[in-house]
Every structure is written in structure tokens, then in C-alpha cells.
């Protein structure tokens, strides 16, 4: 882990997955390995789970996302 104090935004989808038989049903799974293991070196990272699925609210989870990002740059 080289630069600790990056602006780091990880979104997952608690319904990600549920129309695969292979190893993406396990998806969320997967996620929440993933951002407890960031979490522990970005405690000040975005790790946000909703309950959507991977192509769904896209418009909602980008503005999210934006206006996450707007607040860190303090951008009105």
C-alpha cells in the first residue's frame, strides 16, 4: 500500500450476482472480503454496500458517488 491517502470509493450491490450459477452468484461474498481488507488500510476510504444489483440505479449510485467526491473536494 503505497499512497494511504488517496480518495478511495468502493460500491457494491447486495443482489450482485443472484442470476449466475458460477462463481459471480458468490459476488457479494467476495465484496465484503474485499472491503473489510481495505478498510482495515483506508479507514478513511467509502465502502458502501446497497441493495442493488450490479447494472441497476446507476443514476442513483453515480450520484452517490459524485456527491461523495464533491463534499472531499469541497465542491459546491
Not at 31 to 42: C, F, G, P, V, W
Request: hydrophobic share 35%.
Amino acid at each position: 500500500m503505497k499512497n494511504l491517502d488517496c480518495l478511495l470509493y468502493l460500491q457494491n450491490g447486495q443482489t450482485e450476482g443472484t442470476h449466475h450459477t458460477n462463481r459471480l452468484a458468490q459476488a457479494p461474498a467476495y465484496a465484503e472480503q474485499i472491503h473489510t481488507s481495505l478498510q482495515k488500510h483506508y479507514p478513511t476510504g467509502q465502502f458502501v454496500f446497497d441493495p442493488h444489483g450490479h447494472h441497476e440505479q446507476v443514476a442513483e449510485r453515480f450520484l452517490a458517488f459524485s456527491s461523495w467526491l464533491a463534499k472531499k473536494w469541497e465542491i459546491e
